[in-house]
């Protein structure tokens, strides 16, 4: 089975904070995703990867980066983290399947509090 | 642009009703559809998938036929239970979104005992 994990359930950090968001795949999948999740907004992509040190932008990049220096590894950076960046954050793998489909793999989140 | 429309929520049922969650899409190719469950505070999860027209995806008593011609991919139960209250996504993908998936916004489910 696939396996995604990131690297914590919860965390609480300061308004200011440098925050990084870990999430590590075990199945060699070449794209990697973050998501935000918000109540009433969905999911909304903020960076996706489709191959080591690639990064492409989603639809909500700002005051996020991303960084993928190894294949089974893609890093969520929050530069300067705010409020507004209070959030659930998901981060999920793909590969083509046998029937050549890309299904995406998600991790069990990480709920991001900034005070 | 493409996009994937879902039934508003919540839906609220007894233990063993019948269960349908509406899901039309728009789109310019011939996408994959899907269906993900995310259970409270875990991850989404693959439920079934569909990957041509008249495919039938099949999971854990759920069920969801790829209609081209309605544009639709509704998701089934016969009898729910009170351990499939989730929300659940509908989405699209395929090489034209660059293997992105399009989100519907998720309708919640609730089951009463």
């Known amino acids: 089975d696939v396996k995604v994990t990131q690297s914590s359930r919860y965390l609480v950090k300061r308004t200011g904070e440098k925050v990084f968001l870990e999430c590590v795949q075990d199945?060699?999948?070449?794209?990697m995703f973050w998501y935000r999740q918000d109540p009433g907004l969905g999911l909304r992509l903020i960076y996706f990867s489709y191959d080591v040190k690639m990064k492409e932008k989603g639809d909500i990049p700002e005051g996020y980066s991303v960084s993928r220096e190894k294949k089974e590894r893609f890093s969520l950076i929050l530069e300067s983290a705010s409020t507004n960046q209070t959030s659930m954050y998901l981060c999920a793998s793909s590969s083509p399947s046998t029937s050549g489909t890309y299904e995406q793999y998600f991790g069990p989140g990480t709920r991001l509090t900034v005070t | 642009g493409d996009s994937v429309t879902q039934m508003e929520g919540p839906v609220t049922l007894s233990e063993e009703a019948f269960l349908t969650i509406n899901c039309t899409y728009t789109a310019t190719g011939y996408p994959s559809l899907f269906w993900y469950v995310q259970y409270p505070g875990e991850g989404l999860q693959l439920l079934l998938k569909?990957?041509?027209?008249?495919d039938k995806g099949s999971n854990k008593g759920f069920e969801a036929t790829y209609r081209k011609e309605t544009t639709s991919f509704h998701l089934e139960k016969g009898s729910v239970q009170v351990s499939d209250s989730a929300v659940y996504f509908c989405a699209l993908s395929g090489p034209e979104y660059g293997n992105k998936l399009v989100f519907g916004a998720g309708t919640i489910l609730r089951v009463k005992s």
């Open positions: 199945m060699d999948h070449e794209n």
């Open positions: 569909a990957t041509k027209a008249d």
